[in-house]
């Protein structure tokens, strides 16, 4: 059992940065795949970032590419998403989520947080 909070979320202007962490409890988070996905109002749940879990690789959706950095810390046990170039399409809530496998399909995460929101002003 893997229990997920997400904090660092807020309002933030077009082309700025915002730090997103995810704490997890548990003492076998260091044997899953991490990932980030983003939900925006009326739209479907979407993939931002994964990482696997010795943090060796890691894998981007082409919107956030460039912009979004995944990192994870064992030792902490938390995965962090920084996001710079903001824009406000990036407006959404965020989630961070725990896999067994290392993907970018939401149907293989096993466990998920409740969401931090992030908002882009124009």
């Known amino acids: 059992q893997v229990q997920l909070v997400e904090s660092g979320g807020g309002l933030v202007q077009a082309g700025g940065s915002l730090r997103l962490s995810c704490a997890a409890s548990?003492?076998?988070?260091?044997?899953?795949?991490m990932g980030w996905f983003r939900q925006a109002p009326e739209k479907e749940r979407e993939f931002v970032a994964a990482?696997?879990?010795?943090?060796?690789?890691?894998h981007y959706a082409d919107s956030t590419k460039g912009r979004f950095t995944i990192s994870r810390d064992n030792a902490k046990n938390t995965v962090y998403l920084q996001m710079s170039s903001l824009k406000p399409e990036d407006t959404a809530i965020y989630y961070c989520a725990a896999s067994p496998s290392y993907s970018y399909s939401p149907r293989t995460y096993h466990y998920w947080g409740q969401g931090t929101q992030v908002t882009v002003s124009s």
């Open positions: 990482i696997t879990w010795s943090g060796g690789s890691t």
């Open positions: 548990g003492r076998t988070f260091s044997s899953y795949a």
